[in-house]
Structure formats: C-alpha cells, structure tokens
C-alpha cells in the first residue's frame, strides 16, 4: 500500500513563501506520476500541479505558474512544492496524489489512486 505524508504546512504573510514535502512509501516511486492538489473551504478540489515519474515534464494550474515549482527527489522518494508570492486566493489544504505512469505525461491526469492526509497552508495580510 502507498502512503504519503505532507509536511511544510503553515502560515505566512501575503507576499511570501513555502514549501511543502511529500514523503511516499513506495519502491518505485520514479513509476508514479505526482501531483499536488489543494481545496479551500466551500470550494472543489483543484489540481495544482503534476510531474511526470522522471522529473522532466511538470504541468500548473493557470493561477499560480510563475509562482510555484513542483519537483520531486526520486532518490529520496519525496515530491516538494515551493510555494512563492503567496497571496489570498492560495490558503487552502493541500494535499499529494500518486498514479502509476503509464507513458509519457501529455496533461495532469484527472485520477490519482492514492493520496496523503493534507497540510494546511493559511496566508496572512
């Protein structure tokens, strides 16, 4: 079974910077395609961003490219997420996701079979 476990949560003022870990539980976690997904209250779930198995290929939702950076450590089976210029519309709980690949990554896929327990990220004024 997959486990993942974020870290890196917490507050900041508007204007600053996180980064979150994501620690899996797996032998082969270069064959899973990572993402990040987060939801605020009242909101539906968004996909924040994904990588594909080799670190190459990296997809943003449209609301924070430029600002954040996925990337992931195979060798220490950890996918991050470095959170820049933090503003009111990002606080929510944030949450990694993993999919086996099975080819190259062309989109973030819509379905993830195993997820972490969430961190949650709040922004201040």
């Known amino acids: 079974q997959v486990q993942l476990a974020e870290s890196g949560g917490g507050s900041v003022h508007a204007g600053g910077s996180l980064k979150l870990s994501c620690t899996v539980s797996i032998l082969t976690f270069d064959a899973y395609i990572m993402a990040w997904f987060r939801q605020a209250p009242g909101k539906e779930r968004e996909e924040v961003s994904c990588i594909s198995g080799d670190g190459r290929t990296t997809f943003y939702t449209d609301s924070v490219k430029g600002r954040f950076t996925i990337s992931r450590d195979n060798a220490r089976n950890t996918l991050y997420l470095q959170m820049d210029s933090l503003n009111h519309d990002d606080p929510a709980m944030y949450y990694c996701?993993?999919?086996?690949?099975?080819?190259?990554?062309?989109?973030?896929?819509?379905?993830?079979?195993?997820w972490g327990q969430g961190i949650q990220v709040t922004v201040s004024s």
């Open positions: 996701a993993a999919v086996v690949s099975w080819g190259e990554l062309k989109s973030c896929p819509r379905d993830f079979t195993d």
